[in-house]
């Protein structure tokens, strides 16, 4: 089944503790991106990648850092998480930056104390 | 830039009562437009997109949109609201192929029996 599958469904964690939001896709697909969620604003992008060792920042990176060293993962870091950074999170991947039809994963919900 | 609007963050219908979802975008190029649904506690579902083949898309589960330029609008409609309509439902764009979406605010569909 084709999928993108997000580890750990919901985290609770503390302040400045680093933790890591894994994602991975079967699709073969060479665009992924992490978007955070929060109410009354939508999904923002925190960043993409556009293929292997290729990532850019998107509209809120501040406090995150992604890799890409194999196509198919693309895991979210946060280095020292803060309660602003209390959000849900996706991760989704599309073929390639043109067609866009994005799949996503089914969130990480997490609490930052 | 480019932004996404969706009017109203709340809407409520009766079953089997129109549904109208209203999205309005700002792009200096041609935009992929995009609806997406979240069903509580999952990921986003693709419903339609908009890639300038037809201005009248339609999607899955009964519902369409239509692509007006003039308006800078995309709204969403289905004839007959179902229970299982229930959700919250996001607007997005991407302009040319940067492969970034831009979502809207979303908004939560009631559906009361």
């Known amino acids: 089944e084709a999928q993108v599958t997000q580890n750990p469904r919901y985290l609770i964690t503390v302040t400045g503790k680093k933790l890591t939001v894994t994602c991975s896709q079967n699709?073969?697909?060479?665009?992924m991106s992490w978007y955070r969620q929060d109410p009354g604003l939508g999904l923002r992008q925190i960043y993409y990648s556009m293929n292997v060792e290729v990532t850019d920042k998107g509209d809120v990176p501040e406090g995150y850092k992604v890799s890409r060293k194999e196509k198919r993962n693309f895991p979210l870091i946060l280095e020292s998480p803060s309660p602003n950074q209390t959000s849900l999170y996706f991760c989704a991947s599309s073929p390639d930056r043109v067609s866009t039809e994005a799949f996503f994963g089914q969130g990480t919900r997490l609490t930052v104390v | 830039a480019q932004s996404v609007t969706q009017l109203g963050s709340h809407v409520s219908v009766s079953e089997g009562a129109l549904v109208l979802l209203r999205c309005n975008y700002s792009s200096s190029v041609p935009p992929y437009l995009f609806w997406y649904v979240q069903y509580p506690n999952q990921g986003l579902q693709l419903l339609l997109k908009y890639t300038s083949a037809a201005t009248l898309v339609k999607g899955i589960n009964g519902f369409e949109a239509e692509f007006k330029k003039s308006e800078t609008s995309f709204h969403l409609t289905k004839p007959s609201a179902h229970m299982s309509d229930a959700a919250e439902y996001f607007c997005a764009v991407t302009p040319g192929n940067t492969g970034k979406l831009i979502f809207g605010q979303g908004t939560t569909l009631q559906v009361k029996p």
């Open positions: 699709m073969n697909h060479e665009y």
